[in-house]
């Protein structure tokens, strides 16, 4: 296994500590669960960009590290916004719309590669920069209620990501029905009767003929 693919596991299991943080903080208020939780989450992120960084300098890329680094990824960011979407004593509130939004998205995707796999047997994923733009601002969120900055700035971050999300979720539909139609099965089928017809030449039809009327 490489050092790259290491670092993304050690990601994810940094996950379950950042959520176990996060509900003791929101439960007791103990400021030391809201330092771990920042802490683990800032570890996880700056981890992100070490395994990306090692991966291309050392040519570390591999199958694996394509299926478990945006998986990281996503686990990280969708537990901490469903986390900090309910109601907390000690936070402030990411709004359910933001969350319905990335959630929304991401069922969209999985489901549309689904249908691609069983359907066209591969499925081609082209990174954007506009899903770049809408992780980093999904995760600016995050911080943001976790640090407890002003919450006046919270729904201009939470907007921005909303647009940058929606807008990536529908570039990714875009190209799944761009592979969807370029793939045999998307076209219609042919009537039995009208493919043997086409299939039935001149000389095929003659020659039934001539044996119809016999010697």
């Not at 670092?7 to 299991?13: K, Q």
């Not at 176990?20 to 439960?27: A, D, M």
Request: positive net charge.
């Amino acid at each position: 296994m490489t050092t790259a693919n290491k670092i993304t596991i050690f990601r994810i299991l940094l996950i379950p500590f950042f959520v176990v943080e996060v509900l003791y903080y929101g439960k007791t208020g103990n400021e030391l669960h809201w330092l771990l939780a920042i802490l683990s989450f800032a570890v996880a992120a700056i981890c992100d960009g070490v395994d990306g960084y090692i991966a291309r300098r050392y040519n570390q890329r591999s199958e694996l590290g394509r299926i478990l680094d945006p998986l990281a990824d996503k686990l990280l960011l969708v537990s901490g916004v469903v986390l900090l979407s309910f109601s907390w004593p000690y936070f402030d509130t990411i709004p359910l719309w933001l969350t319905g939004t990335i959630i929304g998205r991401d069922i969209l995707i999985l489901v549309g590669l689904l249908v691609i796999q069983m359907t066209v047997g591969k499925v081609t994923v082209r990174p954007r920069m506009i899903g770049k733009i809408a992780t980093v601002l999904q995760m600016a969120v995050v911080i943001w209620v976790l640090l407890q900055w002003p919450v006046r700035w919270l729904s201009v971050w939470a907007l921005a990501a909303a647009l940058f999300t929606g807008g990536s979720g529908l570039l990714y539909v875009l190209d799944g029905v761009r592979q969807l139609s370029a793939h045999p099965s998307s076209s219609p089928k042919q009537a039995e009767g009208v493919r043997d017809h086409e299939t039935t030449g001149p000389h095929d039809h003659a020659t039934a003929g001539l044996k119809e009327r016999g010697p």
